[in-house]
């Protein structure tokens, strides 16, 4: 599974304030820690050393010990400042005053009392720091979620009750499922509700403006939240595309959200586009046909390969 930037950027800024704290750490107890492999804290690593601040001759570079790298440990010797507390200045104050409101009316409305509290302590001391400027701010955010669709959300959520949905998803499909309800989740566009599937047997996530109808059962739920949200919840049925394009279609990955972009040794580029409609992707290939190398998985090359031959058939059939 391709790992978005974001994720990547916020493990590579703790792992540096990680390091300076605990000091030297082997590699193996770096990758449990973090919850990756071995490999992934490597490459970070080789990231951060050609990472620094402006100028980035070798004395603005984050810098590692050597030796202990070739021993299989992890040693931090520079860590350029990286760790000093954020001087904010009062436009960024106010746009982060700005995001943090918009965040607490969603984590209130999730009922997740916990991170209510630590986002209104932050709002707080930022609020009191900012002065008159921070009343000028009038954030309001909501759920995308019907109001009866939310009742019965929260309720199951503060019950801790199986909840039964009528979903309808990317495809148009709708179907009804029995779920666990864990929490919800904001992001950029939609709020996701956070579940286990008994349908799928599996964790899942479902954009709560497509749950039609939502019943509170008096079943208690079977499975506990785990222990800390996926970094990369998605609702279910989303596919990762692997495209590989010629190089003159690189506009195409900075006009379509991309997961991770990898430059190949042929001039051509690799990019991992996350498809919650195949139909989508099928227009999008068929449209720019003359820069596609590769697409995978299988089932997706088949859709628009048939798409494709359709489309040619019909052509043929009018020259007749």
């Known amino acids: 599974m391709s790992e978005r930037a974001t994720e990547r950027f916020v493990r590579l800024v703790a792992l540096v304030s990680f390091l300076e704290v605990s000091g030297p750490v082997p590699v193996a107890e770096l990758a449990r820690h973090f919850s990756v492999t071995p490999q992934q804290i490597l490459a970070d690593v080789d990231t951060l050393w050609i990472s620094g601040t402006p100028g980035y001759w070798p004395q603005d570079l984050i810098d590692f010990d050597a030796d202990s790298y070739d021993r299989g440990v992890v040693h931090l010797t520079e860590a350029r400042g990286m ?9 960024e104050g106010i746009a982060l005053i700005a995001a943090l409101r918009a965040l607490a009316e ?10 209510a509290a630590v986002i209104e302590s932050a709002l707080t001391k930022l609020t009191l720091a900012s002065g008159d400027a921070a009343s000028a701010l009038d954030v309001r955010l909501r759920v995308d979620a019907t109001p009866p669709v939310l009742a019965a959300v929260r309720t199951a959520l503060t019950a801790r009750r199986q909840l039964r949905i009528e979903y309808v998803n990317a495809s148009d499909v709708t179907s009804s499922r029995v779920v666990d309800p864990f929490r919800l989740l904001p992001s950029d566009t939609f709020t996701y509700l956070h579940a286990w599937c ?15 109808r939502a019943e509170v059962l008096d079943d208690p739920v079977e499975h506990d939240e785990p222990l800390s949200t996926p970094g990369d919840y998605r609702p279910a049925g989303d596919t990762v595309a692997e495209l590989v394009l010629s190089s003159q279609a690189r506009w195409i990955a900075e006009q379509i959200p991309v997961e991770k972009v990898v430059n190949l040794d042929d001039g051509t580029f690799a990019a991992a586009v996350r498809v919650a409609n195949p139909l989508w992707l099928r227009h999008l290939l068929l449209r720019h046909a003359r820069h596609v190398r590769s697409v995978r998985p299988a089932e997706l090359r088949e859709d628009v390969v048939t798409a494709a031959r359709a489309a040619l058939d019909a052509y043929a059939a009018l020259d007749a």
């Open 198 to 212: 008994h349908s799928a047997q599996d964790q899942r996530t479902f954009r709560t403006d497509r749950i039609l």
């Open 83 to 91: 760790t000093r507390p954020l001087r904010l200045g009062t436009r």
């Open 106 to 115: 969603v984590v209130a409305e999730s009922g997740d009392h916990q991170q």
